[in-house]
């Protein structure tokens, strides 16, 4: 009995890892093509969670001049972190 409860306890599920992002596809999908820089800055985005991600946005429209549209900002926002 004992070592069929040691077995199980053994046992662990693996956490599901989130799929890697392709940033330069991302860049092409949310049509920043013309930033070339932007990559870094949505790596370091989407490393982050909650306001803190947020804020790396707000940063992100601020120094390439530019806005996300409403629905591209709630896709990354609701990205898994990576």
């Not at 800055?41 to 790396?56: I, P, V, W």
Request: net charge positive.
């Amino acid at each position: 009995m004992d070592n069929s409860v040691k077995r199980i306890q053994a046992r662990e599920i693996p956490k599901a890892k989130p799929e890697p992002i392709d940033f330069k596809q991302l860049k092409h999908v949310l049509g920043l093509d013309k930033y070339p820089k932007i990559e870094d800055d949505l790596k370091g985005a989407l490393k982050l969670e909650g306001s803190a991600r947020a804020k790396a946005l707000d940063a992100i429209e601020k120094k390439f001049n530019f806005k996300f549209k409403s629905d591209q900002r709630a896709k990354l926002m609701d990205a898994k972190k990576q």
